[in-house]
């Protein structure tokens, strides 16, 4: 069964009655919950605990672990696929997987799916869309009346009696379209990252010739991430990039200091946030034009904002996917996570993804 939800549609509180139906009616059932991190497996876990608690059918609990066990032996066991590892070698009866679409494609063929081969009896996948991706592909196989293994469902957030309308309408005009049909319509689109139509601007097959000036701007990682330094000239064209994890700040401001005077910008942006301070203090007595910014929570929506704003007016030109791969996966895997408590957008790579 495939479950294509959107926000607000009860998917947690859905995903424990149908965890619980299939535990309790069918004795010996061996039944697997998989989520896509710790946490959000925890509160599937927290809501098929508190509904058990204190009930004769409980024969363990345990919260270190995530397993329970029931008087009919049945079992239900909690498990992330941040480490593939830990899913491999588990053999179920009953598999439900919530936010699918976000796991890594080939996750379902070579661990999820090879536990249900021996006594699988159903599947529950269930996710809000990201994109036409391995989620799209089984959503698309349960509308097929020749596909007899697969039924599937969509529902939005008005199938949720509850929903707030003024709450849906701040959250509308916050969003921009695209995402919010996406997460609060369950539409597929073409790509399902924060910026939607990047093969339309990541055009350039080679390094073009700057047209007049040129700038700069840095984000700068040492151990655990990528210094990029990227050169746009006054058209928008994306001219040149450097990218390390040198894990040496000293190594780091040299390269980037002869980077720069290769091309010396009329004007350079350099991220003010943890080593970045030390990459500004090098380059500012050095080179003409530098100048320090520091990326906030509240500086960065409204960046990405622009950028989702130039990207969709096509104002700039970035390289193909053939010529610089890693920059295009790293666009189209930038995300985003939203937070119904505080109403904020958080930005960044989907897990496993820089």
Excluded at 29 to 52: C, H, M, R
Excluded at 68 to 75: E, K
């Amino acid at each position: 069964y495939v479950l294509n939800n959107s926000r607000q549609t009860g998917k947690s509180l859905l995903l424990s009655q149908l965890i619980l139906q299939t535990a309790i009616n069918n004795e010996n059932a061996v039944v697997g919950v998989v989520s896509l991190t710790y946490k959000q497996v925890k509160l599937i876990y927290g809501n098929v605990s508190e509904f058990l608690k204190q009930t004769p059918i409980v024969t363990s609990d345990n919260k270190s672990e995530l397993k329970i066990h029931l008087v009919n032996g049945s079992s239900i066991t909690f498990l992330t696929v941040q480490n593939p590892d830990n899913v491999r070698g588990h053999t179920f009866s009953h598999l439900f997987c919530d936010e699918f679409a976000y796991y890594q494609p080939d996750i379902w063929d070579k661990v999820l799916q090879p536990t249900t081969l021996v006594m699988g009896k159903k599947v529950v996948l269930a996710s809000t869309p990201r994109g036409t991706n391995h989620f799209y592909d089984l959503f698309q196989r349960g509308l097929d009346p020749d596909d007899k293994s697969t039924i599937s469902f969509k529902y939005d957030y008005t199938a949720n009696p509850y929903f707030d309308p003024k709450e849906i309408e701040a959250i509308r005009k916050q969003l921009p379209t695209a995402i919010f049909r996406q997460e609060y319509l369950g539409e597929f689109s073409d790509n399902g990252s924060v910026f939607s139509n990047v093969r339309d601007i990541c055009l350039m097959n080679e390094w073009e010739t700057p047209g007049g000036h040129v700038y700069a701007g840095i984000d700068v990682g040492l151990f655990h991430d990528y210094t990029v330094c990227t050169i746009m000239d006054t058209n928008g064209n994306v001219v040149d990039m450097y990218r390390a994890k040198t894990g040496s700040i000293n190594k780091l401001n040299t390269e980037l200091e002869a980077f720069l005077k290769r091309w010396r910008p009329l004007k350079t942006l350099v991220e003010l946030n943890n080593q970045g301070v030390s990459v500004y203090e090098h380059l500012y007595p050095r080179l003409k034009g530098v100048e320090g910014f520091k990326t906030t929570a509240v500086s960065k929506g409204p960046l990405i904002n622009q950028l989702q704003n130039s990207i969709e007016e096509k104002r700039i030109k970035l390289p193909s996917r053939e010529l610089e791969p890693v920059y295009y996966n790293e666009l189209v895997n930038y995300s985003f996570t939203y937070s119904d408590k505080s109403s904020t957008i958080m930005y960044g790579a989907l897990s496993g993804s820089h």
